[in-house]
T-cell receptor
Framework: NAGVMQNPRHLVRRRGQEARLRCSPM?????VYWYRQLPEEGLKFMVY????????ESGMPKERFSAEFPKEGPSILRIQQVVRGDSAAYFC?????????????FGPGTRLTVT | QKEVEQNSGPLSVPEGAIASLNCTYS??????FFWYRQYSGKSPELIMS????GDKEDGRFTAQLNKASQYVSLLIRDSQPSDSATYLC???????????FGAGTRLFVKA
């Protein structure tokens, strides 16, 4: 049973370009979460999605960042016009979406470097 | 602002000793509690979840929850050098799905 998959694992973008990060949840999981982690810092919640719905995006920067989880295909975290401060590890996690089963399982992450 | 607090460490213990990691949280409505291990450059790995007051044991790991004190801990018995990592405490609020992570405690187990 495949775990959470993320791609690409490493992404280099120049300032002003767009970054698109993909996440496929574990089989049977309907909830997806995105987190950002700066070096030597903790995980910061960004957004929580179910299929075709954003449930909580309270951690997302108001500009340049967006997320989606379409009916078909992976969840996408999109960062427009990247700046050096966007350089970080971005982790996706998934959970079953069942009441009482709140454990989140993480993918390997995408390391974004903005030059 | 809902918060999860951990001592950043580093916590250093000799091999074979018990490592004790602590975490406090601010939201009294929290329902689910988790411990993750994160090795340098890797993603977090779930090692324990606990939902009810008391102790929960899994191998060398014991999670302890005290909702009245808003306190959760992780004990690692017979610590091994391979346990050296950052341990993240995570707390789910009412409804459970959104989870807030603490900044983590760095553990070093000396051989």
């Amino acid at each position: 049973n495949a775990g959470v998959m993320q791609n690409p694992r490493h992404l280099v973008r120049r300032r002003g370009q767009e970054a698109r990060l993909r996440c496929s949840p574990m089989k049977g999981h309907s909830h997806v979460y995105w987190y950002r982690q700066l070096p030597e810092e903790g995980l910061k919640f960004m957004v929580y999605l179910q299929k075709e719905n954003i449930i909580d995006e309270s951690g997302m920067p108001k500009e340049r960042f967006s997320a989606e989880f379409p009916k078909e295909g992976p969840s996408i975290l999109r960062i427009q016009q990247v700046v050096r401060g966007d350089s970080a590890a971005y982790f996706c996690a998934s959970s079953p979406g069942l009441s009482g089963a709140y454990e989140q399982y993480f993918g390997p992450g995408t390391r974004l470097t903005v030059t | 602002q809902k918060e999860v607090e951990q001592n950043s460490g580093p916590l250093s213990v000799p091999e074979g000793a018990i490592a004790s990691l602590n975490c406090t949280y601010s939201d009294r409505g929290s329902q689910s509690f988790f411990w993750y291990r994160q090795y340098s450059g890797k993603s977090p790995e779930l090692i324990m979840s606990i939902y009810s007051n008391g102790d929960k044991e899994d191998g060398r790991f014991t999670a302890q929850l005290n909702k009245a004190s808003q306190y959760v801990s992780l004990l690692i018995r017979d610590s091994q050098p391979s346990d050296s990592a950052t341990y993240l405490c995570a707390v789910g609020g009412a409804g459970g799905f959104k989870t807030i992570f603490g900044a983590g405690t760095r553990l070093f187990v000396k051989a």
